[in-house]
């Protein structure tokens, strides 16, 4: 009895043995027949005319082979144009990604193209099971920007109809900004006290556009500064900058009818250093103590070593930059502060040009618009996502209730 169990378990070891060596022969045999092991092609492949152009770019994705990273060299990508031939025209890395693309710049407008992906390894080239056909069209309009053109359009025709209003002699009515209603106050208290203005436009040149705001409100507070028989000083960093401020406070005192009382040294150069020029400045402040200190352009560093010197000496101070880092500094030390496009729109409130305050004024609505946009839609989306269900629930019911026969 043992003897047949155990003549019986042989028999059944061979059996398996002969049939795992039989297996291995046939996928041995498998293996040597076909040559090599293809890597499995790539899928969905997904070919589209790109969206807002002219024509001359078309958008190819497709999801990675399942040997893809570590068993492929790449993927290869055909283009044929009509019915003609297919021939390479990219060639992708594999990186492991779910999905890859590629952008196809070299195509002709109204031209119909067919691609196929291809996969490369060391046994071979796959190809995609079938090609995608597309033709490349020329969009005219962006229509996910449409809601900029509208923006556009209402902040254009804004300021071109404030223009007309303010050149047609119609007073145009402007925000108040307390900084420039200050300035007139600040040039009497320092005539009143026999002390100078102090003027600082920035440490740039006349090539930055906060520094011609600077220059812009310059005129007006050396007008003011001629009519009152003040005194005011200016040291610059920059000699165009000098040249352009002399020219202008020049103008102010002949507009005066007091041409006699200016002199250049109201404006004086001191260095392109930029922290030489901040001692300058601050012993200047020191020894001269100006009643009133003008911080107007572009200020970097030495914003807050200026402004807490005129906080020292007691001086009003009003500061103006369109730089949010040094805009802390000014609003901490300083009475008043022209806080960013303040400061630009300082030049269309003080100089009262037709051009300056329509565009102030189309900007201003233009703002009102996206302001109003911005808190409507935030609303909309709030109220939307918190009672979505609730709401439509209930609409649902009370439409159902409506049209329902018995």
């Known amino acids: 009895m043992i003897f047949g169990k155990s003549l019986y378990c042989s028999f059944i070891i061979i059996a398996c043995f002969f049939t795992v060596a039989t297996a291995q022969n046939e996928a041995v045999a498998t293996v040597d027949s076909?040559?090599?092991?293809?890597?499995?092609?790539?899928?969905?492949?997904?070919?589209a005319d790109h969206k807002y152009d002219n024509g001359g770019i078309i958008d190819i994705a497709w999801d990675r082979s399942p040997d893809d990273p570590l068993g492929i060299d790449g993927y290869n990508?055909?283009?044929?144009?009509?019915?003609?031939?297919f021939e390479i025209v990219a060639f992708v890395l594999p990186g492991g990604m779910e999905s890859y693309s590629f952008i196809d710049d070299k195509v002709e407008r109204g031209e119909s193209y067919r691609y196929k992906i291809s996969v490369i390894s060391s046994g071979g080239e796959s190809f995609s099971e079938s090609s995608v056909s597309v033709r490349g069209d020329w969009e005219f309009f962006d229509l996910d920007k449409l809601n900029i053109l509208i923006l556009g359009i209402i902040v254009c025709g804004s300021v071109i109809g404030f223009i007309f209003t303010a050149r047609a002699g119609r007073k145009l009515f402007i925000r108040k900004i307390s900084g420039l209603e200050a300035l007139e106050e600040a040039v009497g208290r320092a005539t009143e006290m026999g002390r100078p203005i102090l003027f600082i436009p920035g440490i740039l040149d006349m090539d930055d556009v906060q520094t011609l705001a600077a220059i812009t409100i310059l005129a007006r507070v050396s007008r003011i500064v001629a009519d009152y028989d003040s005194k005011i000083e200016m040291p610059v960093s920059r000699s165009l900058v000098m040249t352009t401020a002399r020219e202008t406070i020049k103008n102010s005192y002949l507009a005066a009818g007091?041409?006699?009382a200016y002199y250049d040294d109201m404006v004086h150069y001191v260095t392109d250093e930029q922290?030489?020029?901040?001692?300058?400045?601050?012993?200047?402040?020191?020894?001269d103590?100006?009643?009133?200190?003008?911080?107007?352009?572009?200020?970097?560093?030495?914003?807050?070593?200026?402004?807490e010197t005129g906080n020292y000496i007691g001086a009003i101070q009003i500061a103006g930059t369109a730089r949010p880092g040094q805009l802390p500094f000014f609003v901490a030390a300083c009475d008043y502060t022209l806080i960013g496009e303040e400061l630009f729109a300082a030049s269309a409130y003080l100089s009262g040009d037709p051009k300056q305050l329509g565009s102030l004024k189309g900007q201003d609505v233009g703002k009102f618009v996206a302001m109003a946009a911005m808190i409507i839609?935030?609303?909309?989306?709030?109220?939307?996502?918190?009672?979505?269900?609730?709401?439509?629930g209930w609409l649902s019911d009370l439409m159902y209730s409506m049209f329902s026969t018995n």
């Open 289 to 307: 103590k100006p009643a009133t200190c003008l911080y107007l352009g572009a200020f970097f560093a030495e914003s807050l070593i200026l402004a």
């Open 34 to 47: 076909v040559g090599q092991i293809l890597p499995q092609p790539p899928g969905n492949i997904i070919v």
């Open 275 to 287: 922290f030489g020029y901040v001692a300058a400045v601050n012993g200047i402040m020191v020894r």
């Open 377 to 392: 839609g935030t609303l909309a989306v709030t109220v939307v996502s918190a009672w979505q269900f609730k709401f439509f």
């Open 258 to 260: 007091r041409p006699d």
């Open 77 to 85: 990508i055909y283009r044929a144009c009509g019915d003609g031939d």
